[in-house]
């Protein structure tokens, strides 16, 4: 009878114990996975941290989240009014950039001087020298009779500065657009993301230029954290590296948005810089554009024209391009004037 009742009595105090047990272990998985959850916060913190100290002066004005922000219309832009430094082994520059988004100087309100827009990528904003010893700081204090506009952004395709061309040109009013060729326009110009980051993308509609459908897409990670920014560029590059490029399709896609940016002129001559001779025959067929070739004037320098690591111009090709182009920008202007 003792032995009856005990065992039951061992039996209920199990079915008691069972649920507390479940519960206990149940704590205790969620108490394991919130300790995993933030050492993973802090590990990824403490990563973040550290390539900041690390890394953060040495990314450049397309992926330095601190002065480089989403656009939902171009894909990136720059933030305004924001100061920071570019540094690599080879160079140590400020970047400043004005309350307009650009970098240099602020632009003046009101100007009667001849307006000269100057639209590119890193090379017409000056990667890797000052912004007086780019080609539009040159241009600029050599003629100060000209009021010289920098609207370029590291990064930016043909199609991209298409796109900033008509966001200025109404209220900018230029008497000429200068805009700067260099080869990876050509996959830039074809593509709908770059260096990690969405971007606008043209395609042929029934024989017309069309923008697609608005798919230009960031994230908080994308816009706040510079170590998930690297790591998407570093997985956008693998991709890029064993993707299939169709060259002639690239080049006529560049051309038919250079044909746009001269027809959105509607008459103010547009200026092609370039190291590519293929813009020469384009210019000469093609009304109211203009190349200028600037493989000669780097050429005869007598000094390094280019940065020998990271391949941009230097301030000594900077002011070998400022020379040829002002030579040609005299000349269009003054037959504007006629």
Same mark, same amino acid.
């Given at each position: 009878?003792?032995?009856?009742? &005990? ?6 105090q /199990?079915? %008691? ?6 519960a206990?272990?149940?704590? /205790?998985?969620?108490?394991?996975? +919130? ?16 390539y ?21 219309? +171009? =894909?990136?832009? #720059? ?12 160079f140590?520059?400020?970047?400043? %950039? ?18 000269? +827009?100057? +639209?590119?990528?890193? #090379?017409?904003?000056?990667? =890797? ?18 009021? *010289? ?7 930016? &395709? ?5 796109? *900033?061309? /008509? /966001?200025?040109?109404e @209220? ?14 050509? !996959? ?7 260096? &990690?980051? @969405?971007?606008?993308?043209?395609? @042929?509609?029934? =024989? ?8 230009v ?10 170590? #998930?920014?690297? %790591? ?15 060259? $002639?399709?690239? !080049? ?5 948005? #250079? ?8 008459g ?14 384009? $210019? ?26 990271d391949?941009? !111009?230097?301030?000594?090709?900077h ?13 269009? %202007? ?5």
């Amino acid at each position: 009878m003792l032995d009856a009742v &005990g065992g039951s009595g061992t039996r209920a105090q /199990r079915a %008691i114990a069972t649920p507390a047990v479940s519960a206990l272990l149940n704590n /205790r998985v969620w108490f394991r996975a +919130l300790a995993v959850a933030i050492g993973a916060c802090a590990a990824a913190a403490l990563g973040e941290v550290i390539y900041r100290i690390t890394r953060a002066a040495g990314l450049g004005p397309t992926t330095n989240s601190s002065y480089v922000q989403f656009d939902e219309s +171009l =894909g990136w832009s #720059y933030r305004p009014s924001v100061r920071a430094r570019h540094q690599t082994a080879e160079f140590d520059v400020a970047i400043e %950039i004005h309350s307009r988004g650009f970098r240099g100087p602020a632009w003046p309100k009101d100007s009667e001087r001849p307006r000269i +827009l100057v +639209l590119g990528d890193s #090379y017409a904003f000056g990667w =890797g020298v000052e912004f007086e010893q780019s080609f539009s700081g040159l241009l600029q204090a050599a003629h100060p009779e000209w009021d *010289v506009r920098n609207a370029a952004v590291a990064g930016y &395709g043909a199609d991209q500065e298409l796109l *900033v061309l /008509r /966001r200025l040109r109404e @209220s900018l009013r230029p008497a000429v657009v200068v805009c700067n060729f260099c080869d990876n326009d050509l !996959w830039e110009s074809s593509a709908d993301e770059a260096y &990690g980051r @969405s971007k606008p993308q043209f395609v @042929s509609l029934r =024989g017309d230029l069309a923008l697609r459908a608005s798919h230009v897409d960031s994230s908080w990670l994308q816009e706040n954290s510079m170590l #998930y920014a690297a %790591i998407r560029k570093q997985a956008w590059q693998t991709r890029f590296e064993s993707a299939t490029r169709d060259r $002639a399709s690239e !080049w006529q896609m560049v051309e038919r948005l #250079y044909c746009a940016m001269r027809d959105e002129l509607q008459g103010v001559p547009l200026v092609l810089v370039s190291e590519e001779p293929q813009w020469s025959a384009f $210019a000469l067929r093609e009304r109211g554009v203009v190349h200028v070739d600037v493989r000669e004037a780097l050429g005869t320098v007598g000094v390094p024209t280019r940065f020998v690591l990271d391949g941009h !111009w230097n301030a000594a090709g900077h002011a070998a391009v400022a020379a040829r182009l002002g030579e040609q920008l005299t000349s269009v %202007i003054a037959a504007q004037s006629k």
